[in-house]
């Protein structure tokens, strides 16, 4: 049945993405530990949940003031990654 195989090949794509994921999570943890690594999880969760938001037809979006904390966590991992980058 061609909804079965393609329910099947959407399924098999989710689960090299999540596997795909989890390598990129450890490898981060790898470099600058796993609370660093769950920051930057959060964070690039939190900035697709934003993306989402503002896709709409409205003409204005609120963003909440906690926003900052999870930038400014993606934007502090960015820098540690690229100053272990520039020490090796």
């Known amino acids: 049945n061609a909804a079965a195989a393609i329910a099947e090949g959407e399924a098999k794509a989710r689960l090299i993405e999540a596997k795909a994921e989890a390598e990129a999570?450890?490898?981060i943890a790898d470099?600058?530990?796993k609370e660093a690594?769950?920051?930057y999880m959060i964070g690039?969760?939190?900035l697709q949940s934003l993306?989402?938001?503002a896709d709409g037809k409205a003409t204005k979006t609120f963003i909440p003031y906690e926003a900052a904390g999870a930038l400014g966590a993606?934007?502090?991992l960015k820098e540690m990654l690229n100053g272990?980058?520039?020490?090796?």
């Open 25 to 27: 999570l450890q490898s």
């Open 31 to 33: 470099v600058v530990g």
């Open 37 to 39: 690594a769950i920051q």
């Open 44 to 46: 690039q969760k939190y």
């Open 51 to 53: 993306e989402k938001m």
């Open 74 to 76: 993606v934007g502090s």
């Open 84 to 88: 272990d980058k520039s020490a090796g």
